[in-house]
């Protein structure tokens, strides 16, 4: 999704807090210690699923390891399963609470990784033929020429808004009683 940005990844050096011993400042293991405020979805002994702060759509959840790595590659295999698991789970009560089936499941490895912790996005998709209020952000009007992927990331990422903390709870518990 936040492919629009490349030019800015390309060549840079690996920062120093993407190394795993790092995982002190890193915000999702403060959310996980408690540290930092959260609208949590789910949560078992390895996983917890939050809703993300700066949402590209109503619904948009992050799913995240409690362990601290860098990079999906690193993730030992019991981490991995774990988080699988609760990415099936968690789409699966995305869909029946926004009745919408249309999802984007992203993971970024140093590349447009904001956090450097492994997570997945469970991002909501534009459904066209659905009245779930998932929808795209514009219409093409006739005789317009579409916008092109790099000019609709940017739109979309433009769009972002932050989470309202009482729609967010609202719209956890109708996912939560769909987990």
Partial sequence: ?????IGAHTNRSIPTEWRDDADRDCPFCRIIAGEMPSTRLYEDDKVIAILDILPLRRGHTLVIPKAH????????QEYASAVGQAVTKVANGLTKALGNTALNV??????AQAVPHVHYHIIPAPSFNSNAGVEPLEKVKENEIPLNRREMHQKEFESREELDEDEGKGLAVRIRASL
């Fill in 106 to 111: 992203v993971c970024n490895q140093e590349y």
């Fill in 1 to 5: 999704m936040t492919s629009f940005i």
């Fill in 69 to 76: 790595y860098s990079r999906v590659s690193e993730l030992p």
